[in-house]
């Protein structure tokens, strides 16, 4: 089965930067979508990026355009998110996630079936 590991989270200040990892294994077939998920208490999980590894199409919310990168390494079984000038308002849980959807990634939460145990970032003023 496929199992994810987040790595990277920390405390920054504004401007700071984080990469975060998500370490993959188990995958069954080449082709899948890999994907960042933030939550912070009180609000609904946030995709924050997406890769699919067919098309290597990406997606970015509105809200870390231009700050944040998404990338996987050659044989796509770990991804990155690295991000850029970090803001307050980016504190939260962050996960990784996958799914097997095909063509392009899935647009419902519930169709990821592949989850990490999280890992925290923290961005003080």
């Known amino acids: 089965r496929v199992q994810l590991a987040e790595s990277g989270g920390g405390s920054v200040q504004t401007g700071g930067s984080l990469r975060l990892s998500c370490a993959g294994s188990g995958y069954t077939r080449d082709i899948y979508c890999t994907a960042w998920f933030r939550q912070v208490p009180g609000k609904e999980r946030e995709r924050v990026a997406d890769?699919?590894?067919?098309?290597?199409?990406?997606y970015y919310a509105d809200a870390v355009k231009g700050r944040f990168t998404i990338s996987a390494d050659n044989v796509k079984t770990t991804s990155y998110l690295q991000m850029n000038d970090l803001k307050p308002e980016d504190s939260g849980i962050y996960y990784c996630?996958?799914?097997?959807?095909?063509?392009?990634?899935?647009?419902?939460?519930?169709?990821?079936?592949?989850w990490g145990q999280g890992t925290q970032v923290s961005v003080s003023s």
């Open positions: 996630a996958s799914s097997y959807s095909n063509p392009g990634c899935p647009e419902n939460v519930a169709a990821f079936g592949h």
């Open positions: 890769f699919y590894t067919g098309t290597g199409k990406v």
